[in-house]
């Protein structure tokens, strides 16, 4: 039996979505017929404070939180969270932030939404780095559909399910 546990710690500012896409992950996980835990710092989210969310899964687990430095997958959804959050992140982690949406020469998340080059906008850029982990998982992408689906509202399912496969493409960056 498999006894491995991935790890992964989600980052961003208050109203980002740090929380949805960490439910959407686990979510995924769950469906897979994984054994998941969760938990959440939120901070002062609701003044765009920090806010992380831990999530490991695996055949077995028994504590919420990843311990420091063992971080399989970090995803930062906020430039200014990203010397934050770094300490998470073992040796062979791997680091995804939303710096790679952002273009040559730009910091600020609001620039997002000015770029038409691509659909990442702020408000999905969650589900952006959810397509970019995707990659990296285990999980078929029909599980991470019906995730999706499943904590959006409808109105939105079609535009998140195409932000989802544009971060899938952007995997390598």
């Known amino acids: 039996m498999d006894t491995r546990i991935t790890n992964v710690v989600i980052a961003g500012l208050g109203g980002q979505g740090v929380i949805r896409a960490a439910n959407i992950l686990a979510e995924t996980a769950f469906r897979a017929g ?41 995803l930062v959804m906020h430039p200014s969270q990203e010397a934050n959050n770094s300490h998470h992140l073992k040796k062979e982690g791997i680091f995804i932030s939303v710096s790679g949406f952002l273009g040559e020469g730009k910091s600020k998340i609001s620039d997002l939404d000015a770029d038409e080059s691509n659909p990442v906008t702020e408000r999905n850029c969650n589900i952006a780095l959810l397509g970019i982990l995707s990659e990296y998982l ?28 544009y971060g899938k493409t952007r995997a390598a960056f």
């Open 34 to 74: 994984l054994d998941v835990k969760q938990g959440e710092i939120h901070g002062m989210s609701q003044r765009g404070g920090s806010v992380t969310s831990d999530i490991r899964f695996g055949a077995k687990v028994h504590s919420p939180m990843v311990p420091t430095g063992e971080a399989d997958f970090v």
């Open 138 to 165: 285990p999980f078929d992408d029909a599980l991470w559909e019906a995730s999706i689906r499943g904590n959006l509202p409808a109105r939105f399912h079609d535009d998140n399910l195409e932000v989802f496969a």
